[in-house]
């Protein structure tokens, strides 16, 4: 009855057209009112603990890190170096859009930044060397996913905090999962582009790629700087935020000198505005959280998936089934804090490893990004590409396909997962 209530009351506010953080403190409190416990003190108290958190302090940093990049030419310097070294295959921007989507993820942990980003750039040089514009918007949306899994990923911030699970070992747990969705996208763009004619990019020369890389080399050093600081204990993941958000400011302003007093200005206003939307989010999350765990809406749902809790394989396929449902309908921060508090008491008692069913979560999420009807990360490329969103359903749909095979097989096979997460640790 409880979890009815928490469900309808939530999809019904979100059907009259009210925010997804007032949806979860709508359906916080019809709850209260359910089990007669209402108390204006609980709430407050929640959704304060909930934004007083010091490991989401590294939100707002990583979110700044983010747009110092984009705006201080270190994303635009990637993409220089995946041109010269790969763009002269055959079909090589798709191989340039894999490769700048990967090392951009290692940047900024954000799917729409990260896809605004490589679709300006390359979506319009696709389009003049003759390539399907669809296919090629599709291709930079797969890519743009990949940011959430790799770290420094905000999805990832957001479950450690929700679920209790270390964030570190999240991050480092994603990386080969990462790894292996922008490889299905090789494989995926070399099927689809096999028989397609494109214009030829010159190849470029080695001294000339030494020149690219030299001038790259400080976009590079940013994720040996994160991944290997939070691997040898030398900082915090909220630290590293900090430390990300410092170096781009700097590389940006002071070696690149593209980041004035006017940019800086305006990527600070744009951190600001985002981080006060997932701030807020959190904060009613967690009020929603604490009257789910009040309910016991996991145990409710645990019985609704008793007849597969034998199996943890088909336990966590059936989880990932009904994440990836809900990625269709809402974006990819509020399924986080709505399903987290949901599904990791019943992953924690069919004993499935936390980092494990978290990797594979987040991943699922991100993949929703690109499935309609919602599909933000779909909608900024469909923009972008100035394609209608049913083309860009259609140019992403062989790449949506490649990186759930991945999700399957991390299913499949959780030592995928849990035996490379041993190496970094």
Request: aromatic share 10%.
């Amino acid at each position: 009855m409880t979890a009815t209530v928490f469900l309808g009351s939530l999809l019904g506010a979100m059907v009259m057209g009210m925010p997804i953080a007032f949806a979860l403190l709508i359906s916080a409190l019809a709850l209260m009112f359910l089990l007669g416990q209402f108390d204006a003190q609980i709430v407050a108290q929640n959704a304060i603990a909930g934004a007083d958190n010091f490991v989401l302090m590294a939100v707002p940093f990583f979110i700044l890190a983010g747009e110092f990049m984009n705006a201080g030419g270190l994303s635009r310097r990637i993409v220089d170096m995946a041109m010269a070294f790969v763009g002269h295959l055959r079909g090589g921007l798709g191989y340039v859009a894999i490769l700048a989507a990967l090392v951009l993820a290692s940047l900024s942990g954000s799917a729409v930044a990260d896809t605004a980003a490589l679709g300006a750039l390359l979506v319009p040089m696709m389009r003049r060397a003759g390539y399907d514009n669809e296919r090629a918007c599709g291709l930079v949306a797969a890519g743009g996913i990949i940011a959430p899994v790799i770290p420094p990923s905000i999805g990832f911030l957001l479950f450690g905090v929700v679920a209790n699970v270390s964030i570190t070992k999240l991050f480092l747990a994603g990386i080969v999962p990462g790894a292996m969705m922008a490889g299905s996208l090789v494989v995926a763009w070399w099927w689809v582009s096999r028989r397609e004619r494109f214009a030829p990019s010159e190849r470029v020369s080695w001294p000339e790629r030494l020149r690219v890389l030299g001038r790259g080399v400080w976009a590079l050093l940013l994720p040996v700087i994160i991944i290997g600081g939070l691997k040898f204990g030398i900082f915090t993941p909220t630290e590293a935020a900090v430390v990300a958000a410092f170096y781009a400011l700097f590389v940006g302003a002071f070696v690149y000198r593209e980041l004035d007093a006017k940019a800086i200005y305006h990527c600070l206003l744009i951190a600001a505005r985002t981080s006060a939307v997932v701030l807020v989010l959190v904060a009613m999350a967690m009020v929603a959280s604490y009257m789910i765990t009040i309910a016991d809406i996991p145990g409710q749902i645990g019985e609704w998936l008793a007849p597969v809790a034998d199996s943890p394989t088909t336990l966590v396929a059936a989880m990932m089934l009904i994440a990836f449902g809900a990625g269709m309908v809402l974006d990819f921060i509020p399924v986080v804090l709505i399903l987290t508090p949901v599904f990791m008491p019943i992953a924690q008692g069919a004993g499935i490893d936390p980092v494990y069913f978290g990797v594979l979560f987040i991943m699922n999420v991100a993949i929703g990004m690109i499935t309609p009807p919602v599909g933000v990360v779909l909608n900024v490329i469909a923009s972008i590409g100035k394609i209608p969103l049913e083309r860009a359903v259609r140019g992403v749909m062989p790449f949506l396909v490649a990186e759930l095979l991945v999700l399957v097989g991390l299913i499949l096979f959780p030592a995928l997962v849990i035996v490379p997460a041993g190496w970094w640790r």
